[in-house]
């Protein structure tokens, strides 16, 4: 079953507003990543975090690996429609990262 | 190819049937993987392979199913006697990393959605 708790669940938002999700675990990851899905098509790396505290950002996202290891947010500002979709946070239970569990998603809809 | 391949892109199966589902991973990468997404959900393990060796397969819901990938390229993941459970999105993932290396290269494919009637 899932070991990462990811909310909220859903959003509904209107287009230029800030977003913002979390995801926690009772367990401690080493790495921590977030993905988007689209309707259809598979997951896609957005961002990556390798240490406790690191903030990163891609674009219109930020991202920050919490310093107990057992948490993370991810920040998009200013959404446009196409930010639209479900956004997963994932990590490995082990280090070589064969096993790599994921969040249950927040599904985002950003209207026009 | 440019991407992962997964075929068929949808697949339905009558209770009891076997069916296969294909992944052509990106060239030359070493790493593959097998989760299985139910609806609403994250994708979940299934099976890890390292070339041709099949390193993990402690994700794999029942002995029903079976992953292969003979070569070291184009991998099949089987599941026999299909029960109304295993209907979900099965999604192929690839790597050139080996393992013990930061989790970035993943590129999954676009799955292949599975219903059991």
């Known amino acids: 079953g899932q070991q990462l708790n990811q909310s909220p669940q859903s959003m509904f938002i209107q287009e230029g507003e800030d977003v913002s999700m979390n995801c926690t675990s009772s367990?401690?990851?080493?790495?921590w990543l977030w993905y988007k899905q689209d309707p259809g098509e598979g997951p896609v790396l957005l961002i990556a975090?390798?240490?406790?505290?690191e903030l990163t950002s891609n674009g219109r996202l930020t991202a920050q690996f919490g310093i107990t290891r057992k948490d993370s947010f991810l920040n998009i500002s200013a959404s446009i429609p196409s930010d639209v979709g479900i956004y997963f946070c994932?990590?490995?239970?082990?280090?070589?990262?064969?096993?790599?569990?994921f969040g249950a998603g927040t599904r985002l809809t950003v209207k026009p | 190819g440019a991407g992962v391949s997964q075929s068929p892109r949808y697949k339905v199966a009558k209770r009891g049937q076997d069916v296969a589902l294909r992944c052509d991973p990106i060239?030359?990468?070493?790493?593959l993987f097998w989760y299985q997404q139910a609806l609403g959900q994250g994708p979940e393990f299934l099976t890890y392979?390292?070339?041709?060796?099949?390193?993990?397969k402690s994700g794999l819901p029942s002995d029903r199913f079976f992953a292969e990938r003979p070569e070291g390229s184009v991998s099949t993941l089987k599941i026999q006697r299909t029960q109304q459970e295993d209907s979900a999105v099965y999604l192929c993932?690839?790597?050139?990393?080996?393992?013990?290396?930061?989790?970035?290269?993943?590129?999954f494919g676009s799955g292949t959605r599975l219903t059991v009637v």
């Open positions: 993932a690839s790597s050139l990393e080996t393992g013990g290396e930061p989790a970035y290269g993943y590129t």
């Open positions: 367990s401690i990851f080493n790495t």
């Open positions: 975090l390798y240490k406790a505290g």
């Open positions: 994932a990590g490995p239970l082990t280090y070589n990262n064969n096993d790599m569990r």
């Open positions: 060239s030359g990468h070493v790493s």
């Open positions: 392979f390292q070339n041709e060796a099949q390193l993990d």
